[in-house]
């Protein structure tokens, strides 16, 4: 059987890494492959699904609302975002849209034993990404989210994902990250940059040592967020989790295997060493 991860840009994508390790763990002679699929291509690929080319598909960008769009079925959260980063082929010419990236984030916080009921979290960014994470905190009780954006009615929009979520002005930014117990950043601040390089999507010193901070950008693993939070004293959430414990829910959703998420971690952290020489 045959699985794809598919958008544009797909050559660096560490789906295939850890997909194929956890296939092989578990003796399934299953494969991921790169396909390449510009804009536009989305309703083409789920058709390649339904005619059992491939039994499903890891979605990534710019393809995600096309996807939601295309499928024939749509779960809960991928109905309420707009947008999958999963398909499933299920028989009879049809494939499903799943959207696995909030629950991955939840569970990679989870693997560290960090409690989220009753907890107050902080969003940095408001785009797909954070959209899903938003959906996902929704759905736990008693957390509250506060959503902080460039554009803030793109916070807003993003807010509507959960009765628990509100957008803030940046004036009260400084009062929103101080009550919160969790800040996760959701924007591309910081990806493919030295950490010297102090590229940081909030002001270092609000953030305290009793914070979480989490920031899903996994290249550089490190980001000079995590360095100065950790620095200053806080519990510090790497990018890489969240991919594979979303890639995880992806495996269990393909093949109904559940792989181990720290093979699949180890998997991935092996080709990033490989890619830095």
């Known amino acids: ?4 991860i598919v958008g544009d840009p797909v050559e660096h994508s560490l789906s295939p890494v850890m997909q194929n390790a956890a ?21 083409d690929v789920i058709n390649r699904v339904r005619a059992g080319e491939f039994a499903g598909l890891a979605v990534t960008m ?24 999963t398909v499933v082929g299920i028989g009879s010419g049809h494939a499903r849209g799943l959207s696995t990236d909030g629950a991955g984030f939840v569970n990679s916080l989870y693997a560290q034993d960090i409690a989220l009921t009753g907890t107050r979290v902080h969003l940095l960014g408001a785009g797909g990404a954070a959209r899903s994470i938003v959906a996902a905190l929704g759905a736990i009780d008693g957390c509250e989210v506060t959503i902080s954006n460039r554009t803030h009615s793109a916070a807003e929009a993003a807010a509507e994902l959960s009765g ?12 929103a990250v101080a009550a919160a117990d969790i800040i996760v950043n959701t924007t591309s601040v910081g990806m493919g940059s030295d950490v010297d390089a ?13 914070h979480v901070v989490a920031d899903i950008v996994y290249h550089p693993l490190t980001t000079a967020l995590l360095s100065s939070a950790a620095i200053r004293g806080a519990q510090t959430v790497d990018g890489l ?7 995880v829910l992806q495996c269990e959703a393909w093949t109904g295997f559940t792989p181990d998420p720290v093979m699949m971690r180890s998997a991935a952290e092996a080709e990033l060493r490989q890619r830095s020489g």
């Open 1 to 4: 059987m045959r699985v794809a």
């Open 23 to 43: 296939f092989a763990s578990a003796g399934l002679k299953w494969e991921m492959i790169r396909v390449r699929v510009p804009a536009g291509g989305g309703a």
């Open 62 to 85: 710019p393809l995600k609302e096309e996807a939601a769009r295309s499928v024939d079925d749509l779960d809960a959260a991928s109905t309420r975002q707009r947008s999958v980063n």
């Open 164 to 175: 628990s979520a509100q957008a803030v002005v940046a004036d009260n930014l400084p009062d």
């Open 198 to 210: 102090g590229l940081v999507p909030l002001p270092v010193e609000l953030i305290a040592s009793d």
């Open 241 to 247: 989790g969240m991919l594979v414990h979303q890639a």
